[in-house]
């Protein structure tokens, strides 16, 4: 089993709809949460990260973090075409060098 | 901002050439990793380093081999290339939470 789960979909979904992205992970001793963005032929871009459990907003963009169900969700809201691209969840535990551990990723696409 | 710059973004190379990937960061961070993506599997980790001559194996070291002699580069060796190892790599330095990813560099192995 792999320590974190993220359906690698495709994604499709007209503009202005909310995206649910999740991700489940099996290891207990993670203490931060992050999802990263990624465009076609681009490195990963980190878009938020959150540290133990709770929300955390950043404009049209939500992350959840439940350390109790061990499961992690993005939310896209008014979603637009430029937010497609490939969402990865990624964690890590807090002793440094706090390795980041990463979902597969999701491949979104907002249609106009 | 930071930067973290990869030597190349396309690379081919023949089976069995001896391969280095080259890796330099501008914001002193102390933790470097290189990672290899492909689809389906997401990124894995294949090295990290977080010190100067400071090495650690990630989670797919076999067929690789990494140098960092300087903090802000860290270099990821092929010994001897091999199909498998055709993918896209990619190289990330660290402080607290934050990654900084390189461009990547796809490399296939003919």
């Known amino acids: 089993q792999k320590e974190v789960e993220q359906d690698p979909g495709p994604l499709s979904v007209p503009e202005g709809a909310i995206v649910s992205l999740n991700c489940t992970y099996s290891n207990s001793a993670f203490q931060y949460f992050m999802w990263y963005r990624q465009y076609s032929r681009k490195g990963p871009e980190l878009l938020m990260y959150t540290y133990s459990s709770g929300n955390k907003e950043d404009g049209r963009f939500t992350a959840q973090v439940d350390k109790s169900s061990k499961y992690i969700s993005l939310f896209i809201r008014d979603s637009q075409p430029s937010d497609s691209a490939t969402y990865l969840c990624a964690m890590s535990e807090v002793p440094p060098p706090q390795k980041l551990v990463f979902g597969q990723g999701t491949r979104l696409t907002i249609n106009p | 901002d930071v930067k973290v710059t990869q030597s190349s973004r396309y690379l081919v190379k023949r089976t069995g050439e001896k391969v280095f990937l080259e890796c330099v960061q501008d914001?002193?961070?102390?933790?470097m990793f290189w990672y290899r993506q492909d689809p389906g599997l997401g990124l894995r980790l294949i090295y990290f380093?977080?010190?100067?001559?400071?090495?650690e194996k990630g989670d797919i070291p076999e067929g690789y081999s990494v140098s960092r002699e300087k903090k802000e580069r860290f270099s990821l060796i092929l010994e001897s290339a091999s199909t498998n190892q055709t993918s896209m790599y990619l190289c990330?330095?660290?402080?607290?939470?934050?990654?900084?990813f390189g461009q990547g560099t796809r490399l296939t192995v003919v």
């Open positions: 990330a330095s660290k402080m607290n939470t934050e990654a900084f």
């Open positions: 380093s977080y010190d100067v001559k400071m090495k």
């Open positions: 914001m002193d961070h102390e933790n």
